[in-house]
């Protein structure tokens, strides 16, 4: 009777589980399974019929100048994003963590952009920087009108635009995250830490950031990802332009994809995109978590 009733609860557990299960591999496991099987073809997205071209996709992907540009423009975007906005995120942390006036309203109104749609803010930011924008606007009215720039428009100046409004949209999240870290190191510590001596750069050296490491796994993890994933802002601002300096591997699978119609390609720059980012996450997570100190 026990072994019976447990074989019910169990059959019961399973139908509960069913549906979101049937979901999960339906929009997870399907599509990139399908995405393998098309990397494999020449497959153009509309027609039945296509043939087996086997690692032939693969191979292109490493020769073609055009992907191996977007790839060097994504991982530059990638890491001045992150160093630069890791020093901005922990540093913004380190002043509202403490109980200054505003601090909560501070907290607030830089946390606002994480919550605000990409390509809407893409979309605001072109108000800003376009020619006839804001800034050179402002920088006419102020007697600077040599400084205005074709900020869209420029192979240099372009990309740096994208990392400064993606520094100022993550900034905020990130800066929760560390200082949620920073409010779980015990006050026994930094009261010791001080008794030390220890104040200013060393204790953050020493003690404050060995102690926040898994702050730093967490926010490094979803940095890494995020940037290398960036699509909204140089989809919306430039369109990967000028000449192909602001062009991501994300924008390139979708050109390929959509408008040169060469999905199985496509599918492999994905494959391809998918295992890099891959490696970089797991090396980062591997290298911060022994980072991690216990207390």
Do not use: C
Not at 61 to 67: A, E, G, L, P
Not at 95 to 119: D, E, H
Not at 180 to 199: F, R, S
Not at 222 to 241: D, Q, Y
């Amino acid at each position: 009777m026990m072994r019976y009733r447990r074989r019910l609860d169990l059959l019961y557990a399973l139908l509960f589980v069913l549906p979101a299960l049937t979901l999960f591999l339906a929009f997870k496991y399907y599509p990139l399974s399908m995405t393998m099987f098309y990397s494999l073809t020449n497959w153009d997205g509309f027609s039945r019929s296509y043939q087996f071209v086997g690692l032939d996709n693969f191979i292109s992907v490493f020769s073609d100048s055009k992907v191996l540009g977007a790839f060097y423009n994504t991982v530059y975007f990638a890491i001045v994003s992150i160093l630069l906005g890791t020093v901005i995120q922990l540093g913004l942390a380190l002043i509202l963590v403490n109980r200054i006036k505003g601090a909560k309203v501070f907290r607030t109104v830089l946390y606002m952009p994480a919550v605000i749609s990409a390509l809407i803010i893409s979309m605001t930011w072109i108000a800003f920087f376009q020619y006839n924008g804001i800034i050179n606007q402002t920088l006419k009215l102020v007697g600077l009108e040599t400084l205005a720039h074709n900020w869209l428009a420029h192979p240099v100046i372009t990309i740096h635009v994208l990392i400064v409004i993606n520094i100022w949209q993550w900034a905020g999240y990130g800066m929760i995250i560390y200082i949620t870290g920073l409010q779980a190191i015990p006050t026994e510590i930094n009261e010791a830490a001080a008794l030390d001596g220890a104040t200013g750069w060393r204790k953050l050296r020493l003690i404050t950031l060995p102690l926040i490491m898994p702050a730093v796994t967490i926010n490094m993890f979803i940095s890494i990802t995020g940037s290398l994933r960036v699509f909204e802002l140089p989809f919306v601002l430039t369109g990967g332009g000028p000449m192909n300096t602001t062009n991501t591997v994300t924008m390139s699978i979708y050109n390929t994809a959509f408008l040169s119609n060469q999905f199985g390609y496509a599918s492999s720059i994905g494959l391809v995109f998918f295992l890099f980012i891959a490696t970089i996450t797991l090396i980062q997570l591997t290298v911060t978590r022994r980072l991690e100190v216990e207390y």
